[in-house]
């Protein structure tokens, strides 16, 4: 496996929201980006099911826990499905029968370095994170809950300094910059050990039980984070060429730290990389489930169609800082890049008549390039601009060229050279938006005019781009 890439895998405590579907396409966007330059990829997803979070938001909707994180982890696959993400595996936490051995051969390599130990604990604690924190939680609007329990701790004080080094010397490359600062400093200041049980008392029986202690269940982080391994198995996990999470700046701190630090004591290697997004807001507030501004992305897949909402996501997400989302905002990018834009070039090409061979255009043959250079620093955005910019780059020359007034040879000549160069963006294209791109490959292929290939959309119609 040359490629082992994979989202977070969210608590299912509640549908997904727009949110999970920024993840999924940018994760989907790099795996296929991958694929198309010739390497093997293994992506995985799935979903986080051992929270005590989902206990009671299970008790709370009457439900029995199982059949609660069942039907809502089948609402998470559904959105992959119908952003048309192309994972190749799909993990549940609590159902999967790889995942609890890995999580008992991590938990006991741990032991034996003599990493994990028990100890009494009494700190305030986040119920959305599912983490105990000495100030206000950042990410969830919820009271903090001051619980006192006798746990087993795990020794992350003995790798702050490791995981640090592995930073610093590139081993582990968390991009975008601002988030490897922010984890550095972290690691420069006082690193404790981390507890990594749960009282079964507490918690109930939802969860994996300890080796050896079964009155304890594994902390659901510690739980999650092996997931990773789980799924492929330690074997393929460590014999993969690059191994890539694409993550929430939320999670950071779990990813870039602990999960890191769980590795070097279990004796497995190291993430390669980590991509961190930013969030997603309304009105300037960050969309979440606890705060009441979810957004449906399979409504909008329903209204807008797939095409428009992958197009949003990868297009006008930046890098670094937050993107506010509007259905106006993303009815404009559709209309703008893939209706007036690819569409109306491909529509334009095939109008006309067709000739063989060609070459690519000079001032576009430097577009791949400069999407494997956003891609690397994972700049989703901008590798879609610079498909954006070389639309626009085709049609003013088609503008320039008048194909339509030349003699049959000299037409002959432009028109091929524009179909190569047409193909050649749609190639590109296919990993943002790949039903748009294999109906445009088609339509080139085909010589088929037909209807327009991108439709505008306008806000609270069913559309599909």
Not at 98 to 103: C, D, G, N
Not at 228 to 241: F, R, T
Request: aromatic content about 8%; some cysteine.
């Amino acid at each position: 496996m040359d490629l082992f890439i994979t989202t977070a895998i969210p608590f299912v405590n509640a549908a997904p929201h727009l949110g999970h579907a920024l993840e999924y396409v940018q994760t989907d966007v790099v795996a296929r980006h991958a694929r198309l330059r010739g390497r093997s990829v293994d992506f995985l997803t799935g979903t986080d099911e051992h929270a005590a979070k989902n206990v009671r938001a299970a008790a709370a909707a009457g439900v029995a826990v199982n059949a609660f994180v069942t039907a809502n982890a089948e609402r998470f696959r559904a959105l992959a499905n119908a952003l048309d993400i192309s994972y190749d595996d799909f993990i549940r936490t609590s159902a999967d029968r790889r995942h609890r051995p890995v999580v008992e051969t991590v938990w006991e390599r741990c032991l034996a370095r003599g990493d994990l130990y028990r100890a009494s604990y009494a700190a305030a604690y986040c119920p959305g994170c599912e983490e105990f924190r000495d100030d206000p939680c950042p990410e969830h609007d919820a009271p903090l809950e001051q619980i006192e329990e006798e746990n087993w701790f795990f020794r992350l004080s003995r790798y702050a300094e490791p995981v640090r080094a592995a930073i610093l010397d590139g081993r582990l490359r968390i991009e975008p910059p601002e988030r490897r600062n922010e984890v550095l400093a972290f690691l420069a200041g006082e690193v404790r050990d981390l507890s990594v049980s749960r009282p079964r008392a507490r918690i109930g029986d939802w969860g994996i039980p300890v080796p050896g202690d079964p009155e304890q269940l594994v902390y659901v982080w510690f739980d999650a984070l092996v997931n990773y391994a789980s799924a492929p198995g330690l074997n393929a996990w460590d014999e993969a060429v690059s191994r890539l999470h694409v993550i929430g700046k939320g999670i950071l701190r779990f990813h870039a730290v602990i999960w890191p630090a769980i590795l070097l004591s279990a004796g497995l290697r190291l993430p390669d990389v980590l991509f961190v997004h930013d969030y997603l807001t309304i009105d300037g507030r960050k969309i979440a489930k606890s705060r009441g501004n979810a957004v449906d992305p399979e409504d909008l897949i329903a209204r807008f169609g797939v095409d428009a909402v992958r197009w949003w996501l990868a297009s006008e997400v930046p890098r670094v800082g937050e993107a506010d989302f509007s259905e106006a905002r993303l009815v404009a990018a559709a209309n703008r890049d893939l209706a007036h834009g690819v569409g109306n070039l491909v529509q334009r090409v095939v109008a006309l008549e067709p000739a063989p061979g060609g070459h690519v255009l000079g001032d576009v043959t430097s577009l791949p390039e400069r999407i494997d250079d956003a891609l690397a620093a994972f700049d989703i955005r901008r590798a879609a601009q610079a498909i954006v910019s070389a639309v626009g780059v085709v049609n003013r020359h088609i503008e320039a060229a008048e194909p339509w007034k030349l003699r049959i040879e000299e037409r002959a000549t432009v028109v091929a050279d524009l179909r190569a160069t047409t193909a050649f963006i749609v190639e590109e294209l296919s990993p943002f938006v790949p039903d748009l791109a294999a109906r445009a490959a088609a339509r080139l292929c085909s010589l088929e005019k037909g209807p327009p290939l991108a439709n505008r959309v306008t806000v609270g119609a069913n559309n599909s781009v």
